[in-house]
């Protein structure tokens, strides 16, 4: 199929393209960004004046929730709220249930989403056997079902020997080893300690729950050479560690969240249950730490954060509510309010939301590698078009995902997303 997209700004954040043209698409890959194409005859053309035209969103932390919690959202659901938030590729955890650590589930997994066409999925496959922290997953066989990297998800690894063995392990086979920092016994608060927790009463997660996992990570990847990516750094603590292993030279990335660059403990209010997130909102001074972070490139990429819960679980007392909130069709708009905020630029905007978690992911692309998060001749088709000049409000009802929870109901967000292209295919299109 031919497909051309017409008078839009077509931005290609990794290599500063940046003009108003035309772009046109055959076989799923693109063969033209300058429209000079004479006898290019589209089977269909989109027309995107007065919008931009951009690499596929890239979300490196998305739930689904299927296998196991399907009461919270169903694969065709999530991957629907996905491309309707422009998001072509996403990775997701592995703690579904049964947990993904035996490559026939990962299989399947991978399976089922390509069968619905719509966003790209790359599974994290179990660092240890159902998360348990005791003995290390089969990490070749998983790697050769489609798993991208190893993750613990939220389980703390309490045992430092088995992650020292599993880091080792993986720095052998050249995998990546994605971690979320919170030693296991600080981080079992339900809030960011502090004023605020205190006065409601709320058991508090120190920041020391995140500068110590880091520290300790520090340590084991100089000793063992693994790559590892820090999964939503959430202080300026942890930014100013961040900053000083990237100087040294480790092999770190890391990740923030859309809920950490935007919230705070403040939002919490009068324990609002969809605040309830995990890492905890904490204090204005780190929220702007992260917000610098992301501008000067100590943090890699922006994620969703995308856990959908189940209305049951959210409506509790705020101590009992379960932690996550829906983020897919809210990345980009978060993204752009971040930008507009920071005065990051549209091509930093971009960046942080497709070259740069490419980048991240890098080899377990595979084919995808070259052109992922990016707009190239001869690259893969996986294109978002949005209106940056036209705002929408975040109504729960209206969300595609299967969990309506967010912290963001009824806010006027930026950008909104017209068309998601993958594989060259229009897999939305807002009527």
């Not at 990297?149 to 020997?161: D, G, H, K, R």
């Not at 610098?292 to 705020?318: C, E, M, N, Q």
């Not at 509510?321 to 971040?338: D, H, M, Q, V």
């Not at 990016?374 to 000049?389: E, N, S």
């Amino acid at each position: 199929m031919k497909l051309l997209i017409k008078n839009g700004r077509i931005i290609d954040p990794a290599s500063g393209f940046d003009q108003v043209g035309d772009l046109a698409i055959a076989a799923g890959r693109i063969v033209s960004l300058t429209g000079s194409l004479a006898d290019f005859t589209p089977n269909k053309t989109l027309d995107a004046t007065g919008c931009i035209v951009a690499p596929g969103l890239i979300d490196l932390s998305a739930r689904l929730r299927e296998p196991g919690h399907e009461h919270e959202g169903m694969l065709q659901s999530e991957l629907a709220a996905a491309v309707a938030g422009g998001v072509t590729s996403l990775v997701c955890p592995p703690d579904t249930d049964p947990v993904l650590d035996e490559p026939g589930l990962v299989e399947m997994l991978k399976f089922r989403a390509e069968k619905l066409h719509l966003s790209r999925v790359f599974p994290l496959g179990a660092l240890t056997r159902a998360l348990k922290g005791e003995a290390l997953t089969e990490m070749v066989q998983l790697t050769e079902s489609g798993c991208v990297a190893f993750s613990q998800a939220e389980v703390p690894l309490a045992n430092t020997q088995v992650l020292m063995r599993a880091m080792q392990y993986a720095a052998t086979f050249g995998y990546a080893v994605w971690l979320r920092p919170q030693e296991m016994h600080l981080g079992r608060g339900v809030a960011a300690s502090g004023a605020l927790a205190t006065r409601l009463g709320l058991s508090g997660v120190p920041v020391a729950a995140e500068t110590i996992a880091l520290h300790t990570i520090f340590e084991l990847v100089r000793a063992t050479g693994a790559r590892v990516h820090l999964c939503r750094i959430s202080s300026a603590a942890g930014v100013a560690l961040m900053a000083q292993a990237k100087a040294e030279g480790l092999d770190v990335t890391c990740d923030v969240s859309i809920n950490s660059l935007h919230l705070t403990d403040v939002d919490i209010g009068y324990f609002d249950s969809r605040m309830r997130l995990d890492p905890p909102l904490r204090q204005q001074r780190d929220r702007d730490a992260l917000r610098r972070g992301l501008l000067d490139g100590t943090i890699d990429a922006l994620v969703s954060d995308h856990s959908p819960v189940d209305a049951d679980a959210k409506t509790l007392p705020f101590a009992e509510a379960e932690p996550g909130a829906t983020g897919l069709e809210l990345l980009l708009s978060l993204a752009c309010k971040w930008g507009n905020d920071s005065a990051a630029g549209i091509g930093r905007t971009l960046a942080v939301l497709t070259c740069e978690p490419a980048r991240v992911l890098g080899q377990a692309l595979g084919t995808l590698q070259a052109s992922a998060g990016r707009l190239v001749k001869g690259g893969v088709a996986d294109i978002c078009v949005f209106d940056p000049g036209s705002p929408w409000t975040v109504e729960p009802a209206a969300l595609r995902s299967q969990g309506r929870h967010t912290p963001f109901a009824g806010y006027e967000l930026p950008g909104c997303v017209r068309y998601t292209l993958v594989g060259g295919q229009v897999a939305f299109e807002r009527a």
